[in-house]
């Protein structure tokens, strides 16, 4: 019930196009959605993160889409670049303070020029 | 913003030493940090929670008495890795919950090699 399970694996993209990753939870307490980026070498970064109050978030290039009732939500790459090309993580957790992350699986983007 | 510092990056010992990862929160206090391990190709492993003044909650499968951690005050955190083994090598990473802040925050990790 703790899973995050997270989809592709891998994706290669062109420069420009849109890069769309996938993830799926089980447990419906988990009340907060984070995306990470993570590059070679480096400590995952916070991209964007969502709440299940809104379906949609949006900042600049990235999007989350989240459906509440799927308990499905997946990060939208708009115009993607070959500077995008890092490994993605979705994450889930309850707000309450101090609670663990839930990672998903990854998924390692390549943009192609 | 929140910033959390880890060090040393990169550091190689010696099979049987022990060797320690500090985790500062420059900026905030952080009354519970994680520690995690990474293997090359995969997600993030949890290894404990460290909460400040109390003794850390390790997940199951992890060694206590091999992965030390100690969270003295709300703005260090540190893992020793004690008679560390070529097992041992991979990629150490920590976070900090800011309260009221968006999620957690990562240090930079530390690439761990023993040889």
């Known amino acids: 019930q703790q899973q995050v399970k997270q989809s592709p694996q891998s994706l290669i993209v062109q420069k420009g196009g849109i890069s769309i990753i996938n993830c799926a939870y089980e447990n419906t307490a988990f009340d907060y959605f984070p995306w990470y980026q993570q590059f070679p070498g480096k400590g995952p970064a916070l991209l964007i993160a969502?709440?299940?109050?809104?379906s949609e978030k949006k900042e600049g290039r990235f999007t989350i889409s989240f459906n509440k009732s799927a308990k499905q939500f997946s990060l939208h790459i708009m115009d993607s670049q070959p500077g995008d090309s890092a490994t993605y993580f979705c994450a889930a957790r309850t707000e309450t303070s101090g609670s663990r992350l839930t990672f998903g699986e990854g998924t390692q983007l390549t943009v192609n020029p | 913003g929140a910033v959390v510092s880890q060090h040393p990056s990169r550091v190689i010992c010696k099979s049987g030493t022990s060797v320690k990862i500090e985790c500062r929160s420059l900026d905030f206090q952080a009354t519970t940090m994680f520690w995690y391990r990474q293997f090359p190709k995969q997600s993030l492993m949890l290894m404990a929670t460290s909460n400040e003044g109390s003794k850390a909650t390790y997940e199951q499968g992890v060694e206590k008495d091999k992965f030390l951690i100690n969270h003295a005050s709300l703005t260090l955190s540190t893992l020793t890795v004690t008679s560390a083994h070529p097992e041992d090598s991979s990629f150490y990473i920590c976070s900090a919950d800011r309260q009221g802040g968006d999620g957690y925050t990562f240090g930079s990790g530390t690439r761990l090699t023993v040889v």
């Open positions: 969502i709440r299940p109050d809104v």
